[in-house]
């Protein structure tokens, strides 16, 4: 009954999500993931090697370099994730609440746009996650064959590998199914599948493992040093999260979960317990452990939408069991639906309108400093008020030809490196704490790195303006006034870009960024242990 409206509902989410794929500047992140693909590794510095792997099977080898064929993959993961938390809440109920659930996932703007249009890990991770909640229900289906429940399980531990590929975070999954095992299922432990299970997802861990101790456990030395804090009690952190958890999953899902959960707790009787007791293992322990982390550290909202979107089933068997008089969108639906629809909508004419003025700064190095939208705009006219400065300065040799542009953060390293470099026929390198320039410390090597004697280009915008002098006085000779690059929306002036020349590099940064000495087209070996700890070049 509700399949051919699953389709629908999945043809018209994909299509509007293609058009969001193909129009708008790829973020900070999405940017800086693409450096994955095109320097390939079974590791990165601050996430596993997936959605690398993925960026470079959808866009053919890097032979398409446009934002969709980058964010092509996290469409499709989005398609068929539709599908399959409608499969998930068959398995725990019936086909509308499988319905329901397809709704409320759609009406998410995790999963609507963060995981399911924006190429972040999330979108890879998205995918595992609900394969390997959906083979759960297999696991322990007792209408299916014996030989098919073991099949389920040996999958689910392929998939949660390949979850752990995509982020860190996915071994909750195996946190929650031991969980449910341990306290309702102890049995499954005489299962040798289990055990297997157990053994591929090792395998698939082994590639991160390696690189990590090849490169002194500098990935997870940096994440634990970014949850391990817990000196201060900060309230305003876990607002923050909780307020992030709200939005980004929309208000209506949020809320009807935190409903459902308590219902069940209530032993109200709208889904079988077993099934119950798996979602919430999965979801909860996760959801608290991130709650409890931003009672001390800052934490993105994000980082725990996975556990939330495992509580859509135990939501939409509630509202199946709520409300029974609705055949295809019950009250919750609607609203949760519409909120995605004027959320959205509001959010992409900002992006390409500026229609709400969200800054008050006039021209200079602050212009549009407090207005976000402007991270995803501007940077493709920058790239090409550029090519006119550069030409320029090389046709006058003040500047030689092809000289890279050099950045002190990942990001805006990542983007200039797309949509200023690239087009230009220049690279970028990033000279930084490792902490802040993160992959460039190796795409540096691959480079060539810096020598003596370098010239280079700097960029900075006043949405984000950082003072070259504070960042590179001790390492040219000389830094130019700027050249401003006016960047417009809808005829506004809304952003600058300021351009500065770099001139004779005087004292070359250390192994911290790479180095290639006198040449530009050498570089040394970079020991990481001795990039984490060197001297920071920038204080």
């Known amino acids: 009954m509700y399949k051919k409206a699953l389709w629908i509902l999945i043809g018209a989410s994909t299509l509007i999500r293609l058009l969001l794929a193909a129009t708008f500047e790829l973020g900070n992140d999405?940017?800086?993931?693409?450096?994955?693909?095109?320097?390939?590794?079974?590791?990165?510095?601050?996430?596993?090697?997936?959605?690398?792997?993925?960026?470079?099977?959808?866009?053919?080898?890097?032979?398409?370099?446009?934002?969709?064929?980058?964010?092509?993959?996290?469409?499709?993961?989005?398609?068929?994730?539709?599908?399959?938390?409608?499969?998930?809440?068959?398995?725990?109920?019936?086909?509308?609440?499988?319905?329901?659930?397809?709704?409320?996932?759609?009406?998410?703007?995790?999963?609507?746009?963060i995981s399911g249009t924006f190429i972040m890990p999330d979108a890879p991770?998205?995918?595992?996650?609900?394969?390997?909640?959906?083979?759960?229900?297999?696991?322990?289906?007792?209408?299916?064959?014996?030989?098919?429940?073991?099949?389920?399980?040996?999958?689910?531990?392929?998939?949660?590998?390949?979850?752990?590929?995509?982020?860190?975070?996915?071994?909750?999954?195996?946190?929650?199914?031991?969980?449910?095992?341990?306290?309702?299922?102890?049995?499954?432990l005489k299962r040798p599948a289990l055990w297997g299970a157990v053994a591929i997802t090792a395998l698939c861990m082994l590639p991160v493992f390696i690189w990590n101790l090849q490169n002194d456990f500098i990935s997870f030395t940096y994440h634990y040093g970014r949850v391990n804090d817990f000196m201060r009690f900060r309230p305003d952190y876990l607002g923050v999260e909780l307020a992030g958890e709200f939005l980004y999953n929309n208000p209506v899902n949020f809320i009807v979960s935190i409903i459902a959960v308590t219902a069940f707790f209530r032993k109200r009787s709208f889904i079988d317990r077993q099934w119950g007791r798996l979602l919430l293992w999965v979801s909860l322990p996760v959801i608290i452990g991130f709650w409890l982390i931003a009672c001390f550290r800052s934490t993105l909202p994000h980082w725990s939408a996975p556990a939330l979107v495992t509580l859509i089933p135990l939501a939409a068997a509630w509202i199946d069991e709520k409300y029974t008089s609705f055949r295809y969108f019950s009250g919750w639906n609607i609203a949760g639906l519409s909120l995605l629809v004027v959320g959205l909508s509001i959010a992409c004419l900002q992006i390409k309108t500026g229609f709400l003025n969200l800054?008050?700064?006039?021209?200079?190095?602050?212009?549009?400093?407090?207005?976000?939208?402007?991270?995803?705009?501007?940077?493709?006219?920058?790239?090409?008020?550029?090519?006119?400065?550069?030409?320029?300065?090389?046709?006058s040799g003040a500047m030689p030809e092809g000289a890279p542009i050099i950045s002190y953060r990942w990001f805006p390293?990542?983007?200039?490196?797309?949509?200023?470099?690239?087009?230009?026929?220049?690279?970028?390198?990033?000279?930084?704490?490792?902490?802040?320039?993160?992959?460039?410390?190796?795409?540096?090597?691959?480079?060539?790195?810096?020598?003596?004697?370098?010239?280079?280009?700097?960029?900075?915008?006043?949405?984000?303006?950082?003072?070259?002098?504070?960042?590179?006085?001790?390492?040219?000779?000389?830094?130019?006034?700027?050249?401003?690059?006016?960047?417009y929306r809808c005829g506004n002036h809304v952003l600058n870009f300021y351009v500065y020349q770099l001139k004779d590099m005087v004292r070359l940064p250390g192994k911290l960024s790479g180095i290639a000495s006198n040449n530009p087209n050498r570089a040394e070996p970079l020991p990481l242990i001795a990039a984490y700890t060197a001297p920071c070049a920038y204080n």
């Open 30 to 113: 999405e940017v800086y993931y693409r450096l994955f693909a095109m320097y390939p590794d079974w590791s990165h510095f601050d996430h596993p090697p997936m959605v690398g792997w993925v960026i470079w099977l959808t866009s053919l080898g890097m032979a398409f370099t446009g934002e969709l064929a980058f964010r092509l993959s996290a469409v499709i993961f989005g398609a068929v994730n539709t599908w399959l938390i409608f499969r998930i809440g068959v398995a725990v109920k019936n086909e509308r609440t499988g319905w329901v659930a397809a709704l409320l996932y759609t009406a998410s703007i995790y999963a609507f746009i």
């Open 413 to 487: 390293a990542a983007n200039l490196d797309y949509y200023v470099a690239e087009p230009n026929h220049t690279y970028v390198l990033a000279l930084g704490e490792l902490d802040r320039i993160h992959k460039f410390a190796w795409i540096n090597n691959d480079r060539g790195g810096f020598y003596e004697g370098m010239d280079a280009w700097y960029l900075t915008s006043s949405f984000d303006f950082t003072d070259p002098q504070a960042l590179f006085s001790d390492y040219f000779q000389t830094i130019s006034e700027p050249q401003v690059i006016k960047i």
């Open 125 to 188: 991770l998205s995918f595992c996650w609900l394969m390997t909640l959906w083979l759960f229900t297999k696991m322990f289906d007792e209408t299916n064959a014996f030989t098919g429940r073991n099949r389920a399980m040996l999958l689910s531990g392929l998939f949660i590998g390949l979850a752990f590929l995509s982020k860190y975070t996915a071994l909750s999954l195996w946190g929650g199914l031991v969980g449910y095992i341990l306290f309702f299922n102890r049995p499954c």
């Open 359 to 395: 800054d008050e700064h006039p021209d200079g190095t602050e212009l549009g400093k407090y207005d976000f939208s402007l991270d995803m705009y501007g940077w493709r006219q920058a790239g090409e008020g550029f090519a006119a400065i550069q030409q320029a300065a090389e046709n």
